[in-house]
Each structure stands twice: as structure tokens, then as C-alpha cells.
């Protein structure tokens, strides 16, 4: 069981750039979450999806899109990179319901926009 | 509007002494709380949790607190040791407005340091 993984690890932008920060689950968890941490700061939830096919907007959705189009998989995508979202994303998933709540999380990855 | 808050942004201990890490939130439909520690170029990882319906939960050397008329939670470690400096966030489930998936919302993360 590999868990959460993200990829790329670490990613340096230009403005105006676009990519899509990958998250894939293998734990056949049915809700798969993104945050974003800034420095001294907790995580923010950007977007989330509770299955294939649904996502919904969390607290920061603002420059970001997402699909969801099988139960692994939940890419991030940044269309026109801006200098306020650098930060480091971390990708989650856990089972569904809401009996436990433990989410589980992916390694980050940091990304600076210049 | 933070509706979790941890307002030590850092904690500095001896080994083998308590450490008492503490949280406060405003919104009181959260009915869930959990405690994820982080080690650097890590995930956030799940240390212990607690229902809203009880107020105190024990793991090993791991004990949380939850005091609902406060509005109030606390982590205890003891003893503390070298390897358990991380940081340490709170989180909530539950609100007004959560209708489904099972969000968290953070608190801002304290540093703890263990020192030997």
C-alpha cells in the first residue's frame, strides 16, 4: 500500500504559467481532499470530491479547477499561476462516511510561482 | 473568521516532562476533533481524536481533552521525547454549512520542540 502520492515534489512556475499537480489514493477511499499550507499557517481546503465525478469548492478555490474521473485519481489543476499561490499542497482521502474521520495525506508539493 | 485556533505558535520542553499542546474554536456544531502531527517535507499525520460526546481520550503516552463548555482542547504528551518535536495541528469536523465530506477545518499549527 503506497498510501497518498503527489507528484512532482517541488515545482518553480513562471507567471502565467499553467500545470496540474497530480494525487493518486490506492486505499479505495470513496473522499479525496486538497490544501494548501502558507508559512505559519494551517491548512486551507481548496477543493474536494466524495466520489467520482463530484467535487465541490472548499475555502480557497479561487485559481484552481478539479476532476475526479475515476476513485484513485484527483488532480489539481493551476491555470494562470500567480505569485499568491505559492505554497506547499498536500493531497488527503479517506473512507467514506462519517464515522471516522481520519484523513489520510500525501507527502506535498511545494510550489513557487516567480 | 478562524474558527480554530491554536495561539502558541510554538512550545519548548524538556524530555521526560508533560507537553501540553492547546487548541480553542468558536463554532460549536464541530461534533469531531483530531490532532495530526507534521514532520518537515512530510504529510500531516493522524495522532488522536475525539467525539464531541466524551472529554478525554487516551492513546499510549497521547491524551486529549476536550472541555465543550470552553470551547477548548488540549494534547497531552507525556513523557515527551526527542522524536515527538513536530508540529501539531488541531482540527475540527463538522458546522454550519458542512453537508457532506467530512471536512476539517485547521488550526494554524504549533512547533514543538523537545529538547534532550
Known amino acids: 500500500n503506497a498510501g497518498v502520492t503527489q507528484t512532482p515534489k517541488f515545482r518553480i512556475l513562471k507567471i502565467g504559467q499553467s500545470m496540474t499537480l497530480q494525487c493518486t489514493q490506492d486505499?479505495?477511499?470513496?473522499?479525496m481532499y486538497w490544501y494548501r499550507q502558507d508559512p505559519g499557517m494551517g491548512l486551507k481546503l481548496i477543493y474536494y470530491s466524495v466520489g467520482a465525478g463530484i467535487t465541490d469548492k472548499g475555502e480557497v478555490p479561487n485559481g484552481y479547477n478539479v476532476s475526479r474521473s475515476t476513485t484513485e485519481d484527483f488532480p489539481l489543476r493551476l491555470e494562470l499561476a500567480a505569485p499568491s499561490q505559492t505554497s506547499v499542497y498536500f493531497c488527503?482521502?479517506?473512507?467514506?462516511?462519517?464515522?471516522?474521520?481520519?484523513?489520510?495525506f500525501g507527502p506535498g508539493t511545494r510550489l513557487t510561482v516567480t | 473568521d478562524q474558527q480554530v485556533k491554536q495561539n502558541s505558535p510554538s512550545l519548548s520542553v524538556q524530555e521526560g516532562r508533560i507537553s501540553i499542546l492547546n487548541c480553542d474554536y468558536t463554532?460549536?456544531?464541530?461534533?469531531?476533533f483530531l490532532w495530526y502531527k507534521k514532520y518537515p517535507a512530510e504529510g500531516p499525520t493522524f495522532l488522536i481524536s475525539?467525539?464531541?460526546?466524551?472529554d478525554k481520550n487516551e492513546d499510549g503516552r497521547f491524551t486529549v481533552f476536550l472541555n465543550k463548555s470552553a470551547k477548548h482542547l488540549s494534547l497531552h504528551i507525556v513523557p515527551s521525547q526527542p522524536g515527538d518535536s513536530a508540529v501539531y495541528f488541531c482540527a475540527a469536523k463538522g458546522g454550519v454549512g458542512e453537508t457532506s465530506g467530512s471536512r476539517l477545518t485547521f488550526g494554524e499549527g504549533t512547533q514543538l520542540t523537545v529538547n534532550p
Open positions: 475525539i467525539s464531541s460526546i466524551k
Open positions: 463554532n460549536s456544531m464541530f461534533d469531531y
Open positions: 486505499m479505495n477511499h470513496n473522499y
Open positions: 488527503a482521502s479517506k473512507i467514506s462516511g462519517t464515522g471516522l474521520s481520519e484523513q489520510y
